[in-house]
T-cell receptor, first 110, second 114 residues
Framework: DAGITQSPRHKVTETGTPVTLRCHQT?????MYWYRQDPGHGLRLIHYSYGVKDTDKGEVSDGYSVSRSKTEDFLLTLESATSSQTSVYFC?????????FGPGTRLTVL | EDQVTQSPEALRLQEGESSSLNCSYT??????LFWYRQDPGKGPEFLFT???AGEEKEKERLKATLTKKESFLHITAPKPEDSATYLC???????????????FGKGTLLTVNP
């Protein structure tokens, strides 16, 4: 299994609060991705990174920001969580081509 | 407009009953097509990558094939442990950092009854 961990694995928060999800890899891969997965929508790309401090938006980036200060860590921040951001969030890593996924974080915004 | 469409949405088979899942795509210049398996509560697990029409890949009871418009995941003599959601994704042409982005279909939920 690819060395990817996500933290926390589960989180319940309230509307309007900031939330940060962490993805950590031990594979030294260049590319890292954040997806959300919702029933009826499948996996949708939020943001991705193609190197330290190099990030770009995916198809559902509104309300999310990311940071990557080290190769191994990619952070996803919800500045002010909303109920529509209740979802399962997956991190993925890639050396170029195949993406390998982490175990996911289940986020509930009340 | 969906670029990747998977069918059927759900498929129920008896153990040993072979079948196929379909993934059709409407993009041009495909760089790669990926199949993943996802068990409940877990992240997607990589199965296959196909790069060109006519290519085939096999792993145990699974075989993936690719044409210019679609891919099939053939399941031969399935067992209950093959029950999962199967996801298809395409890698589109792009420049710079977007080279390796994937666009996913919504998946096929496969249930294999004993």
């Amino acid at each position: 299994d690819a060395g990817i961990t996500q933290s926390p694995r589960h989180k319940v928060t309230e509307t309007g609060t900031p939330v940060t999800l962490r993805c950590h890899q031990t594979e030294n891969h260049r590319y890292m991705y954040w997806y959300r997965q919702d029933p009826g929508h499948g996996l949708r790309l939020i943001h991705y990174s193609y190197g330290v401090k190099d990030t770009d938006k995916g198809e559902v980036s509104d309300g999310y920001s990311v940071s990557r200060s080290k190769t191994e860590d990619f952070l996803l921040t919800l500045e002010s969580a909303t109920s529509s951001q209740t979802s399962v969030y997956f991190c993925a890593i890639s050396g170029g081509g195949t993406q390998y996924f982490g175990p996911g974080t289940r986020l509930t915004v009340l | 407009e969906d670029q990747v469409t998977q069918s059927p949405e759900a498929l129920r088979l008896q153990e040993g009953e072979s079948s196929s899942l379909n993934c059709s795509y409407t993009v041009s210049g495909l760089r790669g097509l990926f199949w993943y398996r996802q068990d409940p509560g877990k992240g997607p697990e990589f199965l296959f990558t196909l790069y060109s029409a006519g290519e085939e890949k096999e792993k145990e009871r699974l075989k993936a094939t690719l044409t210019k418009k679609e891919s099939f995941l053939h399941i031969t003599a399935p067992k209950p442990e093959d029950s999962a959601t199967y996801l298809c994704a395409v890698q589109l042409p792009g420049g710079g950092g977007s080279n390796y982005k994937l666009t996913f279909g919504k998946g096929t939920l496969l249930t294999v009854n004993p």
